[in-house]
């Protein structure tokens, strides 16, 4: 047997042997091997205090030279870029060419004359002021643009469209034209919270008046905002504004419709959603459930008004005797818009003796609204009008001590007390194939008026 031999079969005779004692003794296996690790744990830690101190390895520094431009070449690119200048204002009353554009920062005899001469241009100073007006010039103060936008000149665009006025400079003369472009609507959320009043409330929270306006509508068949309102409740609503090129405009008419809203009145919530329904166009508020919130009459002929006098016994002031006031005196300033609280026909436009100027309309089912002491009569006799349409305005026509709008209710020539009318007329229904569409408009704002009851007494745009 050659000695190879011999080792091979000493090797599997070794083996046979583990093998056996490990077959015997698993857990004396188990602690050997757990010792020889641990001698290994040892042996590395003893060996790796053995490694080079870092202190003692050879260091090398190296330098390298960073090239820098020169002061001189910096200043010269800085001298040769153009610092332009741009400036966005709003016109005043009594704003003329040179003041309009020595607000703004720019100084340009040029410019200013044209504003002056230009049948065009000269438009950014005629009418109302507010108008908004951009404008850019470069770094001597000459003008090379100016934007003005304002209302669009047809009245039946005015909702919906601006006129945006363009002056720019073409070489060593400028040129003038004028555009109608849409409004752009941006929706926005607010919330406040009742103390002394309602339009107290949304003035501090910064909501529009015509939106305020737009709420009161909202819920008037819930709430009377005369009588009920309390203090410490609370609303939140989801609204649109309007934009020209992306800013909010400030003339009259910037803002859109009220969307959504939600009521807090006396720890009862109220709430309401803007539909419109896409078959027959007809658009209205409803209540989360459906159950439409425009009656078939307005609760009130006016938008801004506080009630002077109600329906009932009073002292009548020029006949100074005790008698049964026949309807609700509105007091507002002179100018005030009056509008129809309902779908009618014009039955009488014009004056008589106590109502001084006056309107009467009658409505289906033998009711009759009467609009009294008007300053002015924006309809005719016969004339075809629709709820919220303006009929005239505020005045002190006729018996009256001040301005104000005496309201009358009739319902087959008996007086009625227009406020219980108004809370008790039919509502208009939402039709059945237009649910699912209602559904998911609720849905939607659910969510919007989520984030504006977090506000807290703020306005503000998504």
């Given at each position: 047997?050659?000695?190879?031999?011999?080792?091979?079969?000493?090797?599997?005779?070794?083996?046979?042997?583990?093998?056996?004692?490990?077959?015997?003794?698993?857990?004396?296996?188990?602690?050997t091997?757990?010792?020889?690790?641990?001698?290994?744990?040892?042996?590395?830690?003893?060996?790796?205090?053995?490694?080079?101190?870092?202190?003692?390895?050879?260091r090398?520094?190296?330098?390298?030279?960073?090239a820098?431009?020169?002061?001189?070449?910096?200043?010269e690119?800085?001298?040769?870029?153009?610092?332009?200048?741009?400036?966005?204002?709003?016109?005043?009353?009594?704003?003329?060419?040179?003041?309009?554009?020595?607000?703004?920062?720019?100084?340009?005899?040029?410019?200013a004359?044209?504003?002056?001469?230009?049948?065009?241009?000269?438009?950014?100073?005629?009418?109302?002021?507010?108008?908004m007006?951009?404008?850019?010039?470069?770094?001597?103060?000459?003008?090379?643009?100016?934007?003005?936008?304002?209302?669009?000149e047809?009245?039946?665009?005015?909702?919906s469209?601006?006129?945006?006025?363009?002056?720019?400079?073409?070489?060593?003369?400028?040129?003038?034209?004028?555009?109608?472009?849409?409004?752009?609507?941006?929706?926005?959320?607010?919330?406040?919270?009742?103390?002394?009043?309602?339009f107290?409330?949304?003035?501090?929270a910064?909501?529009?008046?015509?939106?305020?306006?737009?709420?009161?509508?909202?819920f008037?068949?819930?709430?009377?905002?005369?009588?009920?309102?309390?203090?410490?409740?609370?609303?939140?609503?989801?609204?649109e504004?309007?934009?020209?090129?992306?800013?909010p405009?400030?003339?009259?008419?910037?803002?859109?419709?009220?969307?959504a809203?939600?009521?807090?009145?006396?720890?009862?919530?109220?709430?309401?959603?803007?539909?419109?329904?896409s078959?027959?166009?007809k658009?209205?508020?409803?209540?989360?459930?459906?159950?439409?919130?425009?009656?078939?009459?307005?609760?009130?002929?006016?938008?801004?008004?506080?009630?002077?006098?109600?329906?009932?016994?009073?002292?009548?002031?020029?006949?100074?005797?005790?008698?049964?006031?026949?309807?609700?005196?509105?007091?507002?300033?002179?100018?005030?818009?009056?509008?129809?609280?309902?779908?009618?026909?014009?039955?009488?436009?014009?004056?008589q003796?106590?109502?001084?100027?006056?309107?009467?309309?009658?409505?289906?089912?033998?009711?009759?609204?009467?609009?009294?002491?008007?300053?002015?009569?924006?309809?005719?006799?016969?004339?075809?009008?629709?709820?919220?349409?303006?009929?005239?305005?505020?005045?002190?026509?006729?018996?009256?001590?001040?301005?104000?709008?005496?309201?009358?209710?009739?319902?087959?020539?008996?007086?009625?007390?227009?406020?219980?009318?108004?809370?008790?007329?039919?509502?208009?229904?939402?039709?059945?194939?237009?649910?699912?569409?209602?559904?998911?408009?609720?849905?939607?704002?659910?969510?919007?008026?989520?984030?504006?009851?977090?506000?807290?007494?703020?306005?503000?745009?998504?």
């Open positions: 047997m050659t000695a190879i031999q011999k080792r091979l079969q000493q090797l599997q005779t070794a083996i046979k042997t583990v093998d056996g004692f490990a077959a015997r003794h698993p857990r004396a296996l188990t602690a091997v757990v010792s020889a690790l641990s001698c290994f744990a040892v042996t590395a830690f003893g060996i790796a205090p053995l490694a080079p101190d870092a202190a003692e390895l050879p090398r520094t190296l330098v390298e030279t960073v820098t431009p020169s002061i001189e070449a910096q200043l690119e800085l001298a040769a870029h153009s610092i332009g200048l741009a400036r966005a204002e709003a016109t005043r009353s009594g704003d003329t060419p040179d003041s309009l554009l020595r607000r703004a920062g720019a100084f340009d005899p040029a410019a004359a044209f504003l002056r001469a230009d049948p065009l241009a000269r438009r950014i100073f005629q009418g109302r002021a507010g108008k007006v951009h404008l850019t010039a470069n770094a001597s103060g000459q003008v090379q643009k100016i934007v003005a936008r304002f209302p669009a047809k009245s039946e665009l005015q909702a469209h601006f006129t945006r006025l363009t002056v720019a400079r073409d070489g060593g003369r400028f040129v003038a034209h004028t555009e109608t472009v849409p409004l752009q609507a941006q929706i926005a959320l607010g919330s406040g919270s009742i103390r002394t009043s309602l107290a409330a949304t003035d501090e910064k909501i529009p008046d015509a939106i305020a306006s737009q709420m009161a509508d909202m008037s068949g819930d709430i009377d905002f005369h009588r009920e309102l309390r203090k410490g409740d609370r609303f939140s609503i989801v609204y504004t309007l934009t020209a090129d992306g800013e405009i400030q003339w009259d008419g910037g803002t859109g419709r009220l969307l809203g939600e009521f807090t009145n006396n720890g009862r919530t109220y709430s309401a959603v803007y539909f419109k329904d078959a027959s166009g658009a209205s508020f409803y209540g989360f459930d459906g159950q439409s919130k425009r009656r078939a009459f307005l609760a009130s002929p006016m938008e801004f008004s506080r009630i002077t006098s109600g329906f009932a016994m009073r002292f009548h002031p020029i006949m100074k005797t005790w008698r049964q006031h026949n309807g609700v005196d509105y007091g507002a300033p002179t100018g005030t818009a009056v509008r129809s609280v309902g779908d009618g026909t014009v039955e009488m436009a014009g004056w003796n106590g109502f001084g100027n006056v309107v009467h309309v009658r409505h289906a089912g033998d009711r009759t609204t009467v609009y009294a002491h008007l300053s002015k009569i924006d309809v005719k006799k016969g004339q075809r009008i629709e709820q919220g349409q303006r009929i005239g305005a505020v005045g002190a026509t006729g018996w009256a001590t001040g301005p104000h709008l005496h309201f009358e209710f009739r319902v087959g020539g008996r007086h009625m007390d227009p406020r219980a009318i108004a809370r008790a007329s039919e509502a208009v229904t939402l039709p059945g194939y237009a649910k699912a569409q209602f559904l998911q408009t609720v849905a939607s704002v659910k969510t919007q008026l989520a984030v504006a009851e977090t506000l807290d007494g703020v306005s503000a745009a998504e």
